[in-house]
């Protein structure tokens, strides 16, 4: 059987396992395991949520034989107050989280795909009450003022001999904020955005930057390269304070 195939039947399986459970309301699929199908690939795995009454909750969280009936578990780690990681023995891995009806309500999640539910359970709880997330986007001063601070902070932990760190603030932090102004700097296709993680799908997302990539990237003891790359990426499409500019500048020089 197919990775897909089989992740969609292990899914199934534990809304079988669920729907023997009295006290359980729901189980909603998500990412490509919900309704974004067509992503689902040999590289996939299970996430998802269940609803329980409110009441029991804690009861699921503290003993996962509702899930282990699907498949034997190999490896749990909780992750969270609401739920878990887990590894299957078959090599199936997952993650997911238990809510009571009213702790749903205020979580934050994509539209999800409604894999079982007990017929009390509205069809409508698989998507929350707000979609997209009503977030106001940081400024395009602020992004860049982070992203050339990062380069300037990452240098001279750099020439200080604190590698890691360095890396950390101009190959980590510096190319999130990069990412953050990838709309501005070059032309969407229609590849499923993931509103909480600004990497996904990236190279699908803005395949004209992507090649760009490797050199704002370039590994643990390149740093200074990567300033350089990423400063001259911004300076390309953004007016950039001369003040910062001429400061990173010293600092590759240094």
């Known amino acids: 059987m197919d990775r897909p195939t089989l992740l969609l039947q292990r899914l199934d399986d534990i809304g079988r396992s669920l729907a023997s459970e009295p006290t359980a309301l729901a189980l909603i699929g998500l990412g490509s395991v919900g309704r974004e199908l067509s992503r689902l690939d040999d590289y996939s795995d299970l996430d998802f ?13 503290d003993n996962l034989a509702w899930l282990e009936a699907a498949h034997p578990l190999a490896y749990t780690f909780r992750n969270s107050v609401d739920g878990y990681k887990f590894l ?25 795909r409604m894999v079982w539910r007990r017929a009390d359970m509205p069809q409508s709880a ?35 001999g604190e590698k890691l760190s360095a890396f950390r ?36 997302r803005f395949p004209d930057l992507a090649g760009a990539l490797p050199a704002l990237m370039p590994g643990y003891e390149h740093s200074p390269e990567a300033a350089a790359a990423i400063l001259s990426l911004l300076s390309a499409h953004f007016e950039i304070d001369p003040a910062i500019r001429d400061a990173i500048i010293a600092m590759l020089d240094s």
């Open 126 to 160: 698989a998507s929350p009450a707000h979609w997209p997330p009503r977030r106001s986007p940081p400024s395009l001063d602020h992004l860049l003022g982070e992203a050339l601070t990062n380069l300037y902070v990452g240098l001279g932990r750099f020439r200080r």
């Open 169 to 204: 603030f101009i190959q980590g932090y510096a190319v999130d904020r990069v990412v953050d102004l990838a709309q501005r700097m070059a032309s969407q296709t229609a590849a499923e955005e993931d509103h909480f993680d600004g990497p996904r799908r990236f190279e699908r």
């Open 88 to 112: 299957f023995a078959d090599g199936i891995y997952g993650e997911m989280a238990v809510f009571g009806p009213e702790e749903l309500a205020n979580a934050a999640y994509a539209p999800g």
């Open 49 to 61: 949520f269940v609803i329980v009454e409110s009441e029991h909750k804690q009861r699921y969280i």
